[in-house]
């Protein structure tokens, strides 16, 4: 079944204590995407990668790093978490430019909460 | 720069009822356009798009027509089911850049038997 997985799908931590969501695609995207969902403002995204190894800056970036080593995986690290970083996130994926539309898959989400 | 509008929430309707939520948007380009559904507990799916001008996508009897011209992309559905209660996001996503999909606020949808 072509899909988009994170784990942990709960996580409660406390302030400055690294985590790491993890986000792996099973469809060969060559794009992937991190977002944060928040009330009243929709979804924001945070980080994209177009491929291994290139990875780049979207919205709300400050706080959070990513890495794209493999093609199916794409990593979101919280070195130092706040609880302003409290929300709920969604990795998604998508095949790269000259596909139709750009449709993004999403994970099932990670609600995160830092205490 | 590029957003999207779509009404507030949240939208109450009796089983079988009509269901419009508007959505409008602002694009320094020609975006594609999209509806997204989030059920309780769940992540984003697709619900449909429209990549062009006058394009209608639809799928579980939810339609929505591509308006360059109102640049307007609004859900409707003849009638209504419980099932159908979830939130709503329209996005639109420009196919050049960074390619991230800008997203409304959500609408709410709240379907009563």
């Known amino acids: 079944e072509a899909q988009v997985t994170q784990n942990p799908r709960y996580l409660i931590t406390v302030t400055g204590k690294k985590l790491t969501v993890t986000c792996s695609q099973n469809?060969?995207?060559?794009?992937m995407s991190w977002y944060r969902q928040d009330p009243g403002l929709g979804l924001r995204q945070i980080y994209y990668?177009?491929?291994?190894?290139?990875?780049d800056k979207g919205d709300v970036p400050e706080g959070y790093k990513v890495s794209r080593k493999e093609k199916r995986n794409f990593p979101l690290i919280l070195e130092s978490p706040s609880p302003n970083q409290t929300s709920l996130y969604f990795c998604?994926?998508?095949?790269?430019?000259?596909?139709?539309?750009?449709?993004?898959?999403f994970g099932p989400g990670t609600r995160l909460t830092v205490t | 720069g590029d957003s999207v509008t779509q009404m507030e929430g949240p939208v109450t309707l009796s089983e079988e009822a009509f269901l419009t939520i508007n959505c409008t948007y602002t694009?320094?380009?020609?975006?594609?356009l999209f509806w997204y559904v989030q059920y309780p507990g769940e992540g984003l799916q697709l619900l449909l798009k429209?990549?062009?001008?006058?394009d209608k996508g639809s799928n579980k009897g939810f339609e929505a027509t591509y308006r360059k011209e109102t640049t307007s992309f609004h859900l409707e559905k003849g009638s209504v089911q419980v099932s159908d209660s979830a939130v709503y996001f329209c996005?639109?996503?420009?196919?050049?850049?960074?390619?991230?999909?800008?997203f409304g606020s959500g609408t709410r949808l709240q379907v009563q038997p």
């Open positions: 429209a990549t062009k001008a006058d």
């Open positions: 996005a639109l996503i420009l196919l050049t850049g960074r390619r991230a999909l800008t």
């Open positions: 694009a320094t380009g020609y975006p594609s």
């Open positions: 469809m060969n995207h060559e794009y």
């Open positions: 990668s177009m491929n291994v190894e290139v990875t």
């Open positions: 998604a994926s998508s095949f790269p430019s000259g596909r139709s539309s750009y449709e993004q898959y």
